[in-house]
């Protein structure tokens, strides 16, 4: 290979989708290459003018304008155009300028045809608004493949599973168990499994209750268990454990056990293992104790990180025990007053309520209590204890007050409340009411939540003004974009030359979501579940769900990595990101995350004609 091409063949390398090639394929089309050069201010591609070429930047820089008039964007060394009028084989709609001298590889339209029918991540990368772009490049920096936890359930049974009928006898079973050193024994009628008997299971069912051991082990079993199939990878498996509160999964196909994974075998796996971490917390006796657990929560999120997890998966962990302290808590509370005088829910808001939990996160949530309640001194009481150990623990106290302590209402009194916040939506109750349309139960009286969410979303629903002042607050959230090299940076301050990637980047996307989804009266409060909703009924068109979703996911996970990188350092984690901390490919590719921020929220500005809301 000559000293050009392999020049040629390294640069793409770095840049997707050419990245994606094989080095075969990389060298191959870098002999069809040409290069040339454009002096600044001079026009590449006329607006209106037939296009037969793909121009991917080597140094200097191109303005896009559609039209020849409204400028879209700025591309850059690595960036690529031209692509929409090939593939639209029609005149270009942009005007491609260059600003800066110029220099470009230049791929004949044929060749680019020819890719896009047998190349699939040059076909991904070039579908049109830029969808799979920003997925491709988060898989490229989640080292998943070097992560033992990406190994299938399937692989990770050591051994035929060891299983019983349902008539066999308690003592029966335990015999099997112990005999088979199995801390969990599969119940199976016929060849379809029904039901599983654990350890925990003959402590608590049999030993405390006084079960006679004679029983059959159908009495005491669980029946139709979680179960998982062989193709499950080992960080969904602890994903599954983490969120059940549970230590056995069977593998299943077709109904048929094909084994069982434990807690234990993910153990040997990885030493950080958030289930072992809530079974922990479990244990603790104070609020002291389990704050020393919940230290190791955020080192135990960013190994997994660093392990192959996505954002998703770090933040339902970080979630997960987030709910596994506030009710350790909360039963502590119980232990040392007694159950509460009346039927209450503990409710988590903002966040923790979505699974999107971050390393900075404060508390947010709320308590609902039976109408009959008359003394509210238990729930005031148990609301402070709460607060103050989850503050122990490392959750800061949410500064706008929306926290338990203030927030502990009956059903009645929530209703009132959330029919004034949306009748009159001035905008101090939009700022309350919108964390609110975020929430989810974690302990006690789960009924009060449903039968109180259920009618406070339908109300929602049909409440145009206050929709619209939802949208006009979504809208508001502009994502740090500008059209010339980048970012809106702060100009002063502790966080001068950097740029809050959680404001107009995760919270635009979640408060437009939001939005959209009360509009169609989705109750889930996940932002990805929202977005995934609202595209199975028809109010997000395919292409908009996935560059939503891809955007979400991508920013998040550049926020949670700047946030395990400062707690390295021992720094506190924030939400502000300098673009010099991102490679060329990061900052590209958070510009179209940007962008697609800035096309939903136009669609919501739109549709609530926004601009006339006071």
């Known amino acids: 290979m000559d000293v050009e091409v392999a020049e040629v063949v390294d640069f793409l390398a770095q840049h997707a989708p050419f990245s994606e090639l094989t080095g075969a394929e990389r060298r191959a089309l870098a002999k069809e290459l040409s290069i040339r050069y454009f002096r600044r201010g001079t026009v590449v591609i006329e607006s209106g003018a037939p296009n037969h070429s793909l121009y991917i930047i080597r140094s200097g820089a191109v ?37 800066e001298d110029t220099l470009a590889y230049v791929l004949p339209g044929h060749r680019f045809q020819q890719l896009m029918r047998e190349s699939d991540p040059v076909r991904d990368f070039y579908t049109p608004r830029q969808r799979g772009r920003l997925s491709q490049l988060a898989r490229e920096l989640q080292k998943s493949d070097d992560s033992i936890l990406r190994l299938d359930a399937g692989d990770m049974i050591v051994r035929a599973p060891i299983a019983a009928p349902p008539s066999t006898s308690i003592r029966e079973a335990a015999e099997i168990m112990t005999r088979e050193r199995v801390s969990a024994l599969l119940i199976n009628e016929g060849d379809q499994l029904v039901g599983i008997l654990t350890d925990r299971d003959l402590r608590s069912r049999v030993v405390l209750q006084g079960v006679p051991n004679t029983e ?94 996505n954002a998703d998966d770090v933040s339902h962990v970080l979630t997960a025990i987030a709910d596994a302290i506030t009710g350790r808590l909360i039963q502590l509370v119980e232990i040392d007053r007694g159950p509460a005088p009346h039927p209450w829910c503990w409710v988590t808001l903002g966040s ?43 959750l800061k106290r949410c500064p706008g007050g929306a926290m338990a302590t203030n927030w502990h209402l009956r059903s009645r009194e929530w209703r009132r409340q959330f029919a004034q916040w949306v009748n009159e939506p001035e905008s101090k109750a939009v700022l309350h009411a919108q964390i609110f349309f975020d929430a989810r139960p974690v302990h006690g009286d789960f009924t009060l939540f449903d039968e109180l969410v259920g009618g406070v979303v339908s109300g929602a629903q049909h409440a145009q003004r206050f929709l619209g002042h939802l949208a006009a607050m979504a809208v508001r959230r502009e994502p740090p974009l500008t059209f010339f090299r980048g970012f809106v940076l702060e100009n002063s301050g502790a966080h001068k030359d950097q740029f809050d990637i959680k404001a107009g980047g995760l919270h635009a996307i979640i408060e437009s979501v939001r939005v959209l989804a009360l509009a169609a009266g989705v109750t889930e409060p996940a932002t990805l579940t929202r977005i995934e909703a609202l595209r199975a009924a028809g109010r997000l068109n395919d292409d908009t769900a996935a560059e939503l979703s891809d955007a979400f996911e991508f920013i998040s996970f550049l926020r949670l990595r700047h946030q395990a990188e400062l707690m390295a350092r021992n720094e506190p984690a924030n939400n502000f990101i300098a673009p010099d901390q991102l490679s060329t490919a990061e900052r590209r590719h958070l510009r179209y995350a940007f962008t697609a921020v800035r096309q939903i929220q136009q669609t919501i500005q739109y549709q609530w004609q926004t601009h006339l809301m006071n």
């Open 63 to 99: 303005d896009i304008a559609e039209g020849g008039q409204d400028l879209v964007d700025r591309d850059e060394p690595g960036d690529s155009f031209g692509s929409s009028s090939l593939l639209s084989r029609s005149p270009s709609r942009y005007r491609a300028t260059a600003v």
């Open 216 to 309: 059959p082990v159908s009495s005491v079993m669980t029946r139709n268990p979680v179960r998982v199939s062989p193709e499950m990878k080992a960080f969904e498996l602890l994903m599954v454990m983490t969120s059940k509160k549970i230590h056995h999964l069977p593998v299943v196909r077709d109904g048929r056990a094909l084994g069982l994974v434990s807690a234990g075998d993910l153990m040997r796996l990885e030493s950080s293992n958030p289930v072992v971490l809530i079974g922990e917390i479990g244990r603790r006796n104070d609020p002291e104790g389990i704050a020393e657990v919940a230290r190791q929560a955020p080192r135990l999120a960013a190994q997994l990180l660093d392990q192959g997890a």
């Open 352 to 394: 923790q309520a979505r699974h999107e939990l971050g390393f900075a996160s404060d508390q947010d949530h709320a308590m609902v209590i039976a109408d009959e309640a008359t003394d509210l001194s238990w729930y005031e009481e148990a609301a402070e204890r709460v607060v103050a150990g989850l503050e122990l623990a490392g």
